[in-house]
């Protein structure tokens, strides 16, 4: 199992893991930076022990809404494929 889409003090359980969500605020499109929201995705998806890589493609934003591909390459070399 793999969850991506968490962002800091948005867990009760702990509100240090997460994405930062107001330094990747995605509310206004001309202020995201894609290298930046792919950097911290991908580092999420690596704290799980099984992923070995994660890449984030195809990113864009419709009316504030985040579209993309999220590749994960497990420890057994399968390779999911996340639409987000």
């Known amino acids: ?3 991506c889409r968490a962002f800091t003090e948005d867990m009760y ?6 994405i930062p969500h107001f330094y ?5 499109s001309r202020q995201i930076n894609p290298a ?5 995705m991908e580092g999420e998806a690596l704290k799980f022990p099984e992923v070995n890589s ?3 493609g195809d990113l864009s934003f419709e009316n504030r809404v985040m579209h ?3 590749q994960l ?3 057994n070399g399968e390779i999911i494929y996340v639409t987000i």
């Open 36 to 40: 930046l929201l792919a950097y911290h």
């Open 54 to 56: 994660a890449k984030l």
């Open 1 to 3: 199992m793999c969850a």
């Open 73 to 75: 390459t497990l420890e």
């Open 68 to 70: 993309g591909n999220l």
């Open 24 to 28: 990747t605020d995605i509310s206004n």
């Open 13 to 18: 359980f702990n509100q240090e893991d997460g």
